[in-house]
């Protein structure tokens, strides 16, 4: 069982910044697609950032060339720089890991259990 760990998440004024943590209990990260997602009260769940196996990445409208997720393979973690923070992008963040597997194929979805993230003055 994969188990995903969120961390740096916190009270920020707009315009900060803030880097969110994905670190993964295995060697995980290049055999599928890891994507952050937020959900804020009272809304759905929405997707922010993905990275798949081959490190192509995609942002949602609202945080392109603000957010900028990366992976490192080594240490077992995707990051979310999120830059120049609005209080529109409080919500708990959540890490997400989905794959297939090429024999059988199986899917594969694993959630962390979410950091706060809060913007404001």
């Known amino acids: 069982q994969v188990q995903l760990a969120e961390s740096g998440g916190g009270l920020v004024q707009p315009g900060g910044s803030l880097r969110l943590s994905c670190a993964a209990s295995?060697?995980?990260?290049?055999?599928?697609?890891t994507g952050w997602y937020r959900q804020a009260p009272a809304k759905q769940r929405e997707l922010v950032a993905d990275?798949?196996?081959?490190?192509?990445?995609n942002y949602a409208d609202s945080v392109k060339g603000r957010f900028t997720i990366t992976r490192d393979n080594a240490k077992n973690t995707v990051y979310l720089q999120m830059n120049s923070l609005k209080p529109e992008d409080t919500a708990v963040y959540y890490c997400n890991f989905k794959s297939i597997s090429p024999l059988t194929s199986r899917r594969y979805d694993y959630w962390g259990q979410g950091t706060q993230v809060t913007v404001s003055s």
């Open positions: 295995g060697s995980i990260f290049s055999f599928g697609v």
């Open positions: 990275i798949n196996r081959g490190g192509s990445t």
